[in-house]
């Protein structure tokens, strides 16, 4: 004989609730009328929980990557700082980058964009960098498409900067080391 209990447990009803902070000494929360509701409003409270918490990660990642942010040539670099941004950027490139969410929140991965400039708010390439070693994992436009020479003389400038320390002006501005500016000039010529 199955007893109500087992169901519950099946379905993850007090583990659930426990985890969503809800009253278990509560009889309608420890023994719902509607299992397979109760079950579904529960994971529906777990995922509104953890999106919130997926978007302060993301705003504290946004702010901690800032100080990368890079203009140089018409193109510009900004880091990721939504799962809905990840989102739009995977839908017009065509590519995975919405599965990185997690992996850029949590420092494994950085996720940046390049843009053009010009359109800030287009999606143009798709930049994973690894902090910890300063390389570059993958750069993607769409369809995952290579980079162009452009894209890729923006990269090697960028990452450039970042490996001597990502410094500034007193306005702002990225300070290219002269030895940078010159391996640059020759790439473009």
């Not at 023994?31 to 994971?43: G, K, T, Y």
């Not at 065509?94 to 940046?112: L, Q």
């Not at 090697?156 to 990502?166: E, H, M, S």
Request: hydrophobic share 30%; charged share 30%; aromatic share 6%.
């Amino acid at each position: 004989m199955v007893h109500i209990r087992h169901l519950q447990q099946a379905a993850g009803g007090p583990c659930l609730s426990k985890d969503c902070g809800r009253d278990l000494a509560d009889p309608q929360v420890r023994w719902p009328r509607n299992l397979v509701d109760a079950h579904d409003s529960v994971l529906k409270l777990k995922a509104r929980k953890k999106s919130q918490i997926l978007r302060k990660k993301f705003r504290d990642r946004r702010k901690s990557l800032a100080r990368y942010i890079f203009e140089s040539d018409g193109l510009i670099i900004v880091p990721a700082g939504s799962q809905a941004e990840l989102q739009k950027e995977a839908d017009s490139l065509h590519h995975c980058v919405w599965t990185y969410g997690e992996k850029h929140c949590s420092g494994e991965s950085s996720i940046f964009f390049i843009r053009r400039a010009a359109e800030p708010d287009v999606p143009y390439y798709t930049l994973e960098l690894d902090e910890n070693k300063c390389e570059v994992r993958q750069n993607r436009g769409d369809h995952n498409c290579g980079k162009t020479t452009k894209v890729q003389t923006f990269e090697n400038l960028w990452i450039g900067w970042v490996r001597d320390g990502a410094k500034r002006d007193k306005d702002g501005a990225p300070v290219l080391s002269r030895h940078r500016k010159k391996k640059v000039e020759v790439q473009i010529a």
